[in-house]
């Protein structure tokens, strides 16, 4: 029996199965102050993702014997909502959103100033609404922003994107047939003021060459989804100013690329 041929996903041209090249970003919109009840919140949509973030705190912790003495206890909740992928997902945490919760966690936790408040807590929640890949990356921006929105103080933003690799050719911010079928993928959230990497992972192989030139992609697709979030962010607040103050509820921000 003759197995079924696989579609190439990157062309002779570099075209990709979505139309981009292999530098290219997904389009992306950024919503920043969407939700009323939330400290702070942010919204975010790259390709067909669509992710919202939403920060409380830093407030009393509970249950007081898990509070810190000397910082803010940070907690993270990474959620996929049951309708978000093509097959309806079971609504119990998996351990994948478990792992992807600690990530986001890890990957921000580097930038917030959690010494400021010592015995509070700062609740980051991440909802996927719908999931075309790279949600992890997606979701370390979106929260980065929220993070801004509720004025908890930062040294930097985060802003997360992968590389992968694809038909044997290396390309920007994977979707999910390119996550799924590629030969290699390669997420980093970076704070570029301080120049630090805040997240590496890496799922497949990838020669000591290619690791570098997947990095370097990377690390530019997060510069660029950088800009957006200080576009954004401006737009926020010089909204703010010019209405005499916006509600958690009314939009503020909104960055777009592509």
Do not use: W
């Amino acid at each position: 029996m003759v197995g079924k041929i696989r579609k190439k996903l990157v062309g002779k041209g570099g075209d990709r199965v979505d139309g981009r090249k292999p530098n290219d970003l997904r389009p992306i919109k950024i919503e920043i102050g969407l939700l009323q009840r939330a400290d702070g919140s942010a919204y975010i949509e790259q390709g067909k993702n669509k992710i919202l973030a939403a920060v409380y705190g830093p407030r009393e912790v509970y249950p007081r014997h898990v509070s810190l003495h000397n910082k803010a206890l940070i907690r993270c909740y990474y959620r996929m909502a049951s309708f978000s992928t093509e097959e309806r997902k079971s609504p119990a945490p998996s351990r994948r959103e478990v792992e992807i919760s600690q990530v986001i966690k890890d990957a921000l936790e580097p930038v917030i100033f959690s010494e400021f408040y010592p015995r509070s807590m700062i609740d980051i929640f991440v909802e996927v609404l719908q999931a075309d890949g790279g949600t992890r990356c997606a979701g370390i921006t979106a929260a980065s922003l929220a993070l801004a929105n509720a004025g908890v103080p930062m040294r930097d933003l985060v802003a997360s994107c992968a590389a992968g690799k694809v038909d044997g050719q290396l390309v920007l911010d994977p979707n999910d047939v390119e996550d799924k079928e590629g030969e290699a993928d390669l997420p980093v959230a970076f704070a570029p003021q301080m120049g630090v990497v805040t997240l590496l992972q890496m799922d497949g192989l990838l020669s000591k060459d290619e690791f570098d030139q997947a990095f370097k992609l990377a690390v530019d697709g997060c510069k660029q989804i950088n800009t957006l979030q200080k576009e954004a962010l401006r737009g926020r607040y010089l909204a703010v100013g010019a209405v005499g103050g916006l509600g958690q509820g009314e939009k503020g921000g909104l960055s777009r690329v592509g």
